[in-house]
């Protein structure tokens, strides 16, 4: 009997998927439902409420009912266009939610593809021995980076000028559904706002609305576009390096160093990283990749080994 790879990016896909459907779905259903009752009634209260404004000799009973109606349809109106808005925004989240899940997991089975595909290569790679040589012994094996992710969130990627090492496209596809589910939540609260309410906002009164709807959120997402964009440039014409805001030469790469370290106490439970840092003549490190896949850094780190000519140091990765 073959067992269940718990690690498959297919089991955790089900989670959001059965939750969505035997959960949200029937909910939203049922809520609809109801709005549509409502809808009706109050559709047949303003037919209602017209025919009995055309008698021409109402009873008292009748014109109390006018009244009655005069004042429920109103409310009831307004009522209603307020749920409209509700699902407006119920409906652009579960879109973005669809697009990210969409996204994510595309991009995951599209990776998983290409490291399974029969096309590649087997390419024999020795290590360095970081004993044998002065600034190897000095260096330090723990990780530069304190956090890092549990699935592939940078790559390095090939350019005009040299290579680039940016955010992967599930990542890519993080930032911008968190951008858009905030941009959704935002948008629909203003037109709300200006729809039913007859006071102009002032800037405190607007900052309010944009963090209490859907701004932090936007935040976020835009946060995620500036810190997990490009991070490391090798400008090959120029024989430089640019990681992070340093720029260095090409002749200041000395070594590769590649580390395995744990990640504990988040949302998404304990796992192993990996980490790529640059060594330079001087000993210092620069952190280049740091994610959760493996095969892929392993990959890259060969690619950049033999880019910049150096030897990599490894202890216990592989």
């Not at 990210?100 to 029969?118: D, N």
Request: with cysteine; hydrophobic share 40%; glycine share 8%.
């Amino acid at each position: 009997m073959n067992k269940i790879n718990v690690n498959s990016s297919w089991l955790f896909f089900l989670i959001p998927v059965g939750v969505v459907v035997f959960i949200v779905i029937p909910e939203l259903k049922d809520s609809y439902t109801v709005f549509q009752n409502q809808e009706i009634k109050h559709q047949q209260n303003i037919a209602q409420l017209d025919s009995l404004k055309l008698l021409e000799n109402p009873t008292t009973r009748i014109k109390n009912k006018i009244k009655r109606l005069e004042i429920s349809v109103p409310i009831s109106e307004r009522g209603i266009e307020r749920q409209r808005y509700t699902y407006y925004k119920t409906g652009g989240m579960l879109a973005v939610l669809a697009f990210m899940f969409t996204g994510m997991f595309g991009s995951s089975y599209l990776a998983k593809l290409k490291k399974t595909s029969p096309k590649n290569k087997v390419i024999e790679f020795n290590y360095g021995d970081p004993n044998h040589d002065v600034i190897g012994r000095e260096i330090s094996w723990s990780a530069v980076e304190n956090s890092g992710s549990n699935f592939l969130s940078e790559r390095l990627k090939k350019t005009a000028l040299g290579y680039k090492i940016a955010s992967s496209g599930a990542m890519k596809f993080i930032s911008w559904s968190f951008f858009l589910m905030g941009l959704n939540y935002v948008a629909w609260s203003f037109i709300e706002h200006y729809k039913f309410s007859n006071k102009p906002l002032d800037f405190m009164q607007g900052g309010k609305l944009f963090f209490t709807s859907g701004g932090v959120f936007m935040l976020v997402g835009f946060f995620f576009f500036l810190s997990k964009g490009t991070k490391v440039f090798f400008h090959n014409r120029k024989r430089k390096m640019v990681i992070g805001e340093k720029i260095l030469p090409f002749q200041q790469a000395y070594a590769l160093q590649v580390l395995e370290k744990f990640i504990e106490g988040n949302s998404s439970g304990s796992y192993f990283c990996y980490e790529l840092n640059l060594i330079t003549k001087e000993g210092d490190r620069y952190n280049l990749l740091n994610h959760g896949d493996k095969q892929y850094l392993l990959s890259d780190m060969v690619k950049i080994s033999k880019f910049l000519n150096v030897p990599v140091w490894n202890k216990g990765v592989v």
